[in-house]
């Protein structure tokens, strides 16, 4: 199941998203297709204030492109610019 | 890879022995004082866990390949962290000096750029603030205790 049918996918959230949403992840009900649209939807929702352009998507723990369609069950994390060391 | 525990308790480069290495070169990164000015007073790193651990293990193949390496480590530390604790630790083994040098800096530079682990600031004044977390405003210094 991909592309504009409604599917759940989980949604985990770091460092300032993680403060900003309020929780570490969630399940959602959506029909985005892909993760530039989820991160529409959710920072439109919650009032992310990182712009999707600063940020990369990881799907199932591994980096992903902004257009790669999204499947039910799909994982999906933003990550705001890193900073270990 | 991801620990919680301090990392001086740690016994880090027992995993490269070698009998055919005549160097290792070992990097530790400190929590300091100060960043940009500010007088900072801890820092808590948080990670994603899963994809920090398949991106290192990718950092460190990639060393392999790249110079004359017989083996390479990095651990990195998350939670609450005070001044002088260690929060990363990379150590690198190689035949030769220059490789083990050139691999151990290739390691740390890799980490920092891709590597999903975030910093947040703990500053003197009261007030924090997530490292390169564009555009935002941090997090304002908790209500003075009124004096007395």
């Known amino acids: 199941m991909s592309g504009r049918q409604q599917k759940t996918i989980e949604v985990q959230y770091f460092a300032l998203l993680q403060e900003q949403r309020g929780r570490t992840g969630e399940s959602l009900s959506t029909a985005a297709a892909t993760p530039q649209e989820l991160y529409t939807e959710l920072k439109d929702r919650h009032g992310f204030s990182l712009s999707a352009d600063v940020l990369r998507v990881a799907v199932n723990d591994e980096f992903e492109s902004w257009d790669v369609l999204l499947h039910d069950k799909d994982r999906v994390v933003f990550i705001q610019p890193v900073a270990g060391g | ?148």
Request: charged share 25%.
């Open chain 2, 1 to 148: 890879m991801i620990v919680s525990t301090p990392l001086e308790e740690l016994d880090l480069k027992t995993d490269l022995q070698d009998s055919a290495a005549g160097a290792l070169v070992t990097f530790e990164g400190w929590v300091r004082n100060h960043n940009e000015g500010r007088p900072i007073l801890q820092l808590e790193y948080q990670a994603y866990e899963a994809l920090a651990n398949n991106e290192g293990k990718r950092i460190l193949e990639e060393v392999k390949t790249r110079y004359e390496v017989i083996a390479a480590r990095c651990v990195h530390r998350v939670g609450r962290l005070n001044i002088g604790e260690m929060a990363v630790w990379i150590g690198v083994i190689a035949v030769h000096r220059a490789d083990a040098f050139r691999a151990c800096e290739h390691v740390i530079d890799q980490v920092k750029l891709r590597v999903p682990i975030w910093k947040k600031e703990f500053y003197e004044e009261g007030d924090s603030g997530w490292v390169n977390a564009t555009g935002v405003v941090a997090d304002p210094p908790p209500p003075a205790q009124a004096s007395t």
